[in-house]
């Protein structure tokens, strides 16, 4: 994977205002066959042990998308699943995780690319991780910019409210690492190490 090179300069400007019309309409012709595969994926595995399974797949998927979101951006197709992903709690709060790690960089790539292929909740989901990577890496300022673009796109994102409030409170980046230190424990269960 390659590893966070961006100054946080650059990457405040590359937090997007705005969803990008043509990429979002091109990721949601590929969105509901990615949520329609997902859902059909899950409803046939008949035990606990095939869901784990699913969703380690699934993880390491995003993983390696991830991992070359820095070098080039990631296809329409490509990126609806990541979107539907997201929507598995389970993924997507493992993907907290990464900000720990020093993949923390390629992993942002990835939720700016989202952010710019989507809108409403998934907008938000994408711009919340960004976030929660700036505010992690003590980037307040960033973390700001970036919740307050999330909760434009969904105003009841409940990490988006919980790290805005967390912020305002002016609590250190050590107070919020909790949630990256139980994506840890959450990948281990499925056999993944994204430390």
């Known amino acids: 994977m390659a590893t966070d090179q961006a100054s946080p300069v650059r990457q405040l400007r590359s937090i997007p205002d705005a969803p990008t ?3 979002v309409d091109e990721v ?14 899950l409803a046939a595995a008949r035990s606990p042990d095939r869901v784990l399974d699913l969703r380690r797949e699934r993880t390491v998927w995003l ?13 329409a197709q490509d990126l609806a699943l990541a979107v539907a992903l997201l ?15 020093e993949y923390h960089g ?20 994408a711009v919340t991780l960004f976030a929660y990577s700036a505010y ?5 300022a960033l973390a700001r910019t970036a919740l307050a673009t999330a909760l434009d796109a969904d105003p009841t994102h409940p990490i ?22 139980a ?12 430390t």
């Open 21 to 23: 019309p043509a990429l």
């Open 28 to 41: 949601l012709s590929h969105l509901a066959d990615a949520i329609g595969r997902d859902r059909a994926e």
């Open 63 to 75: 993983l390696f998308q991830i991992s070359t979101a820095q070098e080039e951006p990631v296809g």
């Open 87 to 101: 929507r598995d709690r389970t993924i997507r709060d493992i993907m907290y995780g990464l900000a720990r790690s």
């Open 106 to 125: 390629a992993a942002e790539a990835l939720w700016l690319q989202i952010a710019a292929a989507t809108h409403g909740h998934d907008r938000a989901e």
């Open 136 to 140: 992690h890496h003590n980037n307040t």
């Open 160 to 181: 988006a409210v919980l790290l805005a409030n967390a912020l305002d409170e002016h609590l250190p980046p050590q107070q919020i690492r909790a949630l990256a230190e």
């Open 183 to 194: 994506a840890l424990v959450i990948a281990a269960e499925l056999g993944i190490d994204i």
